[in-house]
């Protein structure tokens, strides 16, 4: 039995280097234009839209604690007066960051509060 011309010679390897080149150029293409990637990115990306969605639901609850809690305007005039920096602490400490049902408190959304506090006239 003889073999197909195709692969005899030089014809192997250059099938082969074709294949190669061109998994290579798919993997290159799917990844860079495609939108491909891998698991552990996109577990990422959805763990980073969770939290922000958390955030935005959180912040403005805490905006409404903190505005109906006694003492709201001095404490707004305080809150003011803070660098940027220390407002998402103040917050945390005044209590207004805490969710609804206890838990703990969440950083990001005692920050979101006290930026959107700082936007309260």
Known sequence: MQLPTMLQGD???RLLQGAAVGAVATMIIGFNWAGWMRSSTADKI???QSRAAVVAVLAPI???KF???AGAPAALVELKKMASYEQGSFVEKGGWATP???GTVDSAVAQACATMLGAVK
């Open 11 to 13: 014809a192997p390897l």
């Open 46 to 48: 959805a763990s980073d």
């Open 62 to 64: 805490c905006v409404d």
């Open 67 to 69: 505005q109906r809690s």
């Open 100 to 102: 609804p049902g206890g």
